[in-house]
């Protein structure tokens, strides 16, 4: 069993497998000039799988595959049948942003993914291309279909609420709930990657944006799927969900049961603090008691809470977000 130095139960691992992505979106890329690391730098699906199996047999029992955009890498569904057939795997999920999940949505289900995130900020094409730098929502929608066509289940669409950029459409996107069994998160903008546009005006935090969707009618609590970072409520007559992601105005850092590994290899024990344990040389050198020992490492390091003001360094691509 996996503790951390204050208690807490590390079960959940998210894996970013590229930092490329497909999309442009404006608040994670900014002054990024779309530099991607060298293929060589990245760690091949072997390498994961190696940390990933040992992860496993720490106690970790949740894995989520992210990016960048995780289905821009060659290989993927083999690499969630891969990962679906580890000894002491309990969940494993794919966070997306859809455009290419129309086409792969089945043989993901197919090679043992249970369920899936996707990325949408708004249901309007122009403003899509706008803010995503791609004119890709159709893809999404399709995406979104397809998920649910295919049992992919729960099926959850992340929105992250930017004021003066799609706050206008927090109720068109909570509607959503009422026509198709997915659960529409709301996420508040978090100051994430230097150079990345943080704009303390365009945050908007989840107190308003719950005021906001009261006027849909009642918000009756329900309980959240596998315990996660999102408070959800459920609008009447509604066949999915609504979720708020409270990641700044009301941080859950005292359950937080996760880890993260970024394309590079790095071990990341919290999204807000910049401390990163290097598994690369040692998933291409040692064995795996060493990895062992860089997961306590991490388990170590792992702050209590995250730091107030601290804009972390690495871009959310980066990490894995
Ligand atoms: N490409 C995949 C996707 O779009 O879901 C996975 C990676 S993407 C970085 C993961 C999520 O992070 C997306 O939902 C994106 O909107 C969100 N994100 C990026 N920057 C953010 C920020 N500063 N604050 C909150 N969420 C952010």
């Keep these: 069993m996996l503790r951390d130095s204050f208690g807490r139960h590390i079960t ?16 994670c890329s900014a002054k990024d000039t779309f530099s991607w690391l060298p293929p060589e730098e990245i760690l091949s699906y072997e390498e994961f799988l190696k940390i ?3 992860a496993l047999d720490l106690g970790v029992e949740k894995i989520r595959l992210t990016g960048g955009e ?7 569904v083999a690499f969630v049948s891969e990962v679906a057939r580890l000894p002491g795997l309990r969940d494993l999920s794919l966070t ?29 094409p122009e403003r ?18 397809a998920a649910l066509k295919a049992g992919l289940s729960p099926v959850k669409i992340n929105t992250v609420v930017l004021k003066g950029y799609n706050d206008d459409e927090i109720e068109a996107l909570a509607l959503l709930s009422l026509e198709m069994p997915v659960e529409v998160r709301f996420i508040e903008f978090m100051p994430v990657g230097e150079g ?8 908007l935090p989840a107190a308003e944006i719950k005021r906001r969707l009261e006027a849909l009618g009642e918000l009756k609590p329900v309980s959240s799927y596998g315990g996660g970072p999102a408070k959800t409520y459920v609008l009447p007559k509604a066949r999915g969900k609504i979720g708020l992601i409270t990641a700044m105005s009301e941080h859950f850092c005292h359950r937080c049961n996760r880890l993260r590994i970024t394309p ?8 807000f603090s910049d401390q990163e344990i290097d598994l690369k040389p040692i998933v291409r050198q ?6 062992k020992r860089a997961f306590s490492q991490a388990l170590a390091i792992k702050p209590s809470s995250r730091l107030v003001n601290h804009q972390p360094k690495r871009l959310m691509r980066r990490i894995g977000g």
């Design 12 to 27: 959940y691992l998210r894996v970013s497998v590229t930092d490329r992505c497909n999309l442009r979106c404006f608040y």
């Design 264 to 271: 590079e290899g790095k071990l990341r024990p919290c999204l």
């Design 128 to 145: 899509y291309a706008t803010l995503c730098g791609k004119p890709y929502l159709h893809r999404v929608l399709q995406g979104i279909e």
């Design 286 to 291: 040692a064995g795996e008691e060493e990895l």
């Design 70 to 76: 995780p289905l821009v890498r060659k290989g993927l």
């Design 96 to 124: 997306t942003n859809g455009v290419l999940l129309a086409e792969t949505a089945a043989e993901l289900k197919k090679a043992g993914l249970k369920r899936v995130n996707i990325s949408l900020d708004t249901l309007r």
């Design 52 to 54: 990933i199996r040992v």
């Design 196 to 203: 990345a546009p943080w704009e303390d005006k365009a945050f």
